[in-house]
């Protein structure tokens, strides 16, 4: 069964705070956040759930669609609005959506873990589904701890998952999905608390993961990174993504970032940057788009796209 992304949709909220800001209360930089995230400027406010229905709307109204089209919500996020019940079925709800809905947990990786299983349900069921990638870490995050404080905004980003739209063959060509519980310490907040990092540790796994991980999604699917039109990885550090690219040989033209304006946003960060490449022009019908993400738990998700419904030429 054929399954294209059809539409997509971003959401930020409107407060923007820049590394300026930071300055006044924190004992830090811009140039230092800078040289060590790649961050300029993060969103903060709103909740998961609006985020996720302003998202979720953009996408259906650039498909042409209506909620009454969509037969399942999957909310991929750490920062549910409430512990009961899943923040999906207000999305599903304020949507008009037939169905189900359920919230993933799978931290920063979130989304990719959330993208496999949606395409998986299509290629059994049919029909349309909305995935969507939201948190609102600002909430969760101690605003006078430096090592954290500089890291975390807000956001959300959907696509429309199709399996009508005479796509040319399953979405996903190849995932990896994967979880260190072991290392759960290095990242972690607790119910009503606020994140706590082992920043140094965080990055030398996250580094190691995603490679092993892009590696083993690769050779699945059997092709190089030549043959990629994109790498959207999780904007966490740019540090990271550039190790990542370094390792792999991947052109940093050819890598998706909005890191610098958003900051690092969980589970949204891949989405915003898959949809600003497809709304900049940059994916064309065919293309294969590499998703790679990692983060807490230790999570990690690697995934091989192909995007648009028409085959690619041979």
Not at 125 to 130: E, F, S, V, Y
Not at 228 to 250: C, K, S, T, Y
Request: net charge negative; charged share 20%; proline share 3%.
């Amino acid at each position: 069964m054929g399954i294209a992304i059809t539409g997509w949709g971003t959401a930020l909220p409107d407060k923007v705070v820049t590394n300026a800001d930071l300055e006044v209360r924190l004992d830090t930089s811009d140039q230092w956040i800078v040289d060590r995230t790649g961050i300029r400027e993060r969103r903060v406010g709103g909740t998961t759930s609006a985020l996720a229905i302003e998202a979720c709307e953009r996408a259906l109204v650039r498909a042409g669609r209506s909620g009454d089209d969509v037969g399942l919500v999957v909310l991929a996020t750490t920062t549910p609005d409430q512990t009961i019940p899943a923040s999906s079925a207000s999305i599903h709800h304020a949507l008009g959506c037939r169905g189900g809905a359920f919230d993933l947990n799978a931290a920063c990786a979130g989304f990719v873990y959330a993208l496999v299983t949606v395409d998986a349900l299509l290629q059994k069921g049919g029909g349309r589904a909305l995935v969507v990638g939201t948190d609102t870490l600002s909430r969760v995050t101690d605003h006078d701890d430096r090592s954290t404080a500089i890291l975390f905004g807000d956001g959300s980003g959907a696509v429309l998952l199709d399996a009508e739209a005479g796509g040319a063959g399953p979405l996903v060509l190849g995932a990896d999905l994967g979880v260190d519980g072991s290392a759960a310490g290095l990242l972690f907040a607790e119910v009503g608390g606020t994140i706590q990092m082992e920043g140094r540790e965080v990055f030398r796994r996250a580094v190691r993961a995603e490679i092993d991980s892009i590696t083993k999604v690769l050779d699945t699917c059997g092709i190089t990174p030549d043959d990629l039109a994109l790498f959207v990885p999780h904007q966490a550090n740019v540090r990271i993504i550039d190790a990542v690219n370094e390792r792999l040989g991947f052109p940093s033209e050819r890598t998706a970032l909005v890191l610098e304006r958003t900051g690092n946003t969980s589970a949204a960060s891949i989405p915003l940057a898959l949809c600003e490449a497809a709304d900049a022009g940059r994916l064309r019908d065919g293309d294969l788009v590499l998703l790679s993400g990692f983060g807490a738990g230790m999570t990690w998700a690697s995934a091989v796209i192909r995007w648009g419904t028409a085959a690619p030429a041979r």
